[in-house]
């Protein structure tokens, strides 16, 4: 299938260290963060959420961290495997209203 | 399927002549959103829609955009006078309602004008 996002900002690791994917977002009022995967051909996969009223949430491997007070966040996958390979998209909304801002993406690429 | 599901998977087409994409959201599903993905690009929000309410219109490009959801359920995204600009991938979600659910995405459709 077509590639997504030819000229992202690339992210090596080696199968089973730790990732981490940065994103910086710019709306200071937004109250709801998710991320998503998406792999080359297939629409973006749901992988975790967090609301502003949180700091951190865990899900299976993968760990969300959020910043208010820098306007970040982070996505951190446990024991990286091949499967994890994929774009990596970090959205955000405001107020109750779901129209998300996705940031341009951060491709994982992991290495046997 | 359970899933978000696209029609066609590949579309192309000359430039001036329109086009018609098709979302079915998941069953129960009462908000459903279009996004484009340009190569090498983000999602974009293009519009909207939340049961009865009118739809959110705000992202369209341009007036050649439109977009509607009949009985609640199945979309279309319409570009009329398509240019090579339009060209991307149209993505499509749904979530289950108003505030703070995920939205589940379809596979998209890649839409080639030439």
């Known amino acids: 299938g077509e590639s997504v996002g030819l000229h992202l900002p690339t992210l090596s690791v080696q199968e089973g260290d730790n990732s981490i994917i940065n994103c910086a977002y710019s709306n200071s009022a937004s109250d709801y963060f998710i991320w998503y995967k998406q792999e080359s051909g297939k629409g973006p996969q749901f992988i975790i959420d967090i609301r502003s009223n949180m700091d951190k949430r865990q899900g299976q491997r993968v760990t969300v961290l959020l910043n208010k007070t820098v306007k970040h966040l982070s996505l951190q996958i446990a024991a990286t495997q091949p499967g994890d390979s994929a774009v990596y998209f970090c959205a955000e909304g405001t107020g109750g209203y779901n129209k998300l801002i996705f940031g341009a993406g951060t491709r994982l690429a992991v290495h046997p | ?114």
């Open chain 2, 1 to 114: 399927g359970a899933g978000v599901s696209q029609s066609p998977s590949n579309k192309v087409t000359e430039k001036g002549k329109d086009v018609e994409l098709r979302c079915d959201p998941i069953s129960g599903h009462t908000a459903l959103y279009w996004y484009r993905q340009s190569l090498g690009q983000g999602l974009e929000f293009l519009i909207y829609f939340q049961g009865n309410s009118a739809p959110d219109k705000s992202g369209l490009p341009s007036d050649r955009f439109s977009a509607e959801r009949t009985g609640g359920s199945v979309s279309t995204l319409t570009i009329q006078r398509t240019q090579q600009e339009d060209s991307a991938v149209y993505l499509c979600a749904s979530s289950e309602d108003r505030g703070w659910n995920i939205q589940y995405f379809g596979a998209g459709t890649r839409l080639s004008v030439l």
